[in-house]
């Protein structure tokens, strides 16, 4: 594991660009209406620079510090936590968190589809376990997601402003009970109960 204080500062910020590129360059790639030879020139340029890129390739991507979210946590939400910085594969949230709970917004896109126009249920799941789990690293509790139940209300819309929110519902011993969900214009679409186990590390 390689983490993110490991690395130079430069090559933090230098790999968090090229990450947030790397989204644009998915979206557009998927969405392109280029025609077929300039289609092939964008594969081309694109397999170069994976070439040049993936010279002696860590095994994992870098990772961000536990006591990052916390530590935004102490702000007041104030700074929020910035999540998936070095993945492009999670959907890239902010996080806002209170004392006991979690808010962030977030404009789902083309590559979120799942029915139309509407978000993948499965990307919602991971934009909930997201809002829950972090909440729990924020407060600084070493847990694992032991079960996530859904409930999908009604579509989830994409190109619109989404509300996602998280809160601590109660903790016993190494349990804890947090819910969230997705709200678009006031009106909730997906509901999330998970269940957390604190484990030794
Ligand atoms: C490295 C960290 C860094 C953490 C850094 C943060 C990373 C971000 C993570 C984001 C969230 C994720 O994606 S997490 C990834 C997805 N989740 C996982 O991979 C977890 C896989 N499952 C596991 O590793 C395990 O099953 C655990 C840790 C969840 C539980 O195993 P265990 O440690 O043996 O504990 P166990 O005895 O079974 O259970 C402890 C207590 O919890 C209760 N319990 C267990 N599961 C449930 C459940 N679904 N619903 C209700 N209660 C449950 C038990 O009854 C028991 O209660 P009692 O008898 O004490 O009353």
Same mark, same amino acid.
């Given at each position: 594991?390689?983490?993110?204080?490991?690395?130079?500062?430069? !090559?933090? @910020?230098?790999?968090?660009?090229?990450?947030?590129?790397?989204?644009?360059?998915?979206?557009?790639?998927?969405?392109?209406?280029?025609?077929?030879?300039?289609?092939?020139?964008?594969?081309?340029?694109?397999?170069?620079?994976?070439?040049?890129? #993936? $010279?002696?390739? +860590?095994?994992?991507?870098?990772?961000?510090? =536990? &006591? #990052?979210?916390?530590?935004?946590?102490?702000?007041?939400? +104030?700074?929020? /936590?910035?999540? =998936?910085?070095?993945?492009?594969?999670?959907?890239?949230?902010?996080?806002? =968190?209170?004392? &006991?709970?979690?808010?962030?917004?977030?404009?789902?896109?083309?590559?979120? @589809?799942?029915?139309?126009?509407?978000?993948?249920?499965? =990307?919602?799941?991971?934009?909930?376990?997201?809002?829950?789990?972090?909440?729990?690293?924020?407060?600084?509790?070493?847990?694992?997601?032991?079960?996530?139940?859904?409930?999908?209300?009604?579509?989830?819309?994409?190109?619109?402003? !989404?509300? !996602?929110?998280?809160?601590?519902? %109660?903790?016993?011993?190494?349990?804890?009970?947090? %819910?969230? /969900?997705? @709200?678009?214009?006031? %009106?909730?679409? $997906? %509901?999330?109960?998970?269940?957390?186990? +604190?484990?030794?590390?």
């Amino acid at each position: 594991m390689t983490r993110t204080m490991d690395v130079p500062a430069d !090559l933090r @910020e230098a790999s968090a660009e090229l990450v947030a590129a790397t989204r644009a360059l998915m979206l557009a790639a998927a969405t392109t209406t280029a025609d077929a030879d300039t289609v092939r020139a964008a594969r081309a340029t694109i397999a170069e620079l994976a070439e040049t890129l #993936g $010279v002696r390739p +860590r095994s994992r991507v870098l990772r961000p510090p =536990f &006591d #990052g979210p916390s530590r935004s946590r102490d702000t007041g939400g +104030r700074e929020p /936590w910035a999540l =998936f910085t070095h993945n492009p594969m999670g959907i890239p949230l902010e996080i806002h =968190f209170g004392a &006991d709970e979690a808010r962030a917004r977030l404009v789902a896109n083309a590559l979120h @589809e799942g029915p139309p126009d509407s978000v993948h249920g499965g =990307f919602s799941a991971h934009l909930l376990d997201c809002m829950l789990g972090t909440l729990m690293q924020a407060r600084g509790s070493r847990s694992l997601t032991a079960s996530l139940d859904l409930r999908y209300l009604r579509r989830t819309p994409l190109d619109e402003p !989404l509300d !996602l929110y998280s809160r601590i519902v %109660e903790t016993e011993g190494r349990k804890t009970v947090a %819910e969230g /969900w997705i @709200e678009c214009r006031g %009106e909730r679409t $997906v %509901e999330a109960r998970g269940v957390f186990v +604190r484990v030794e590390e």
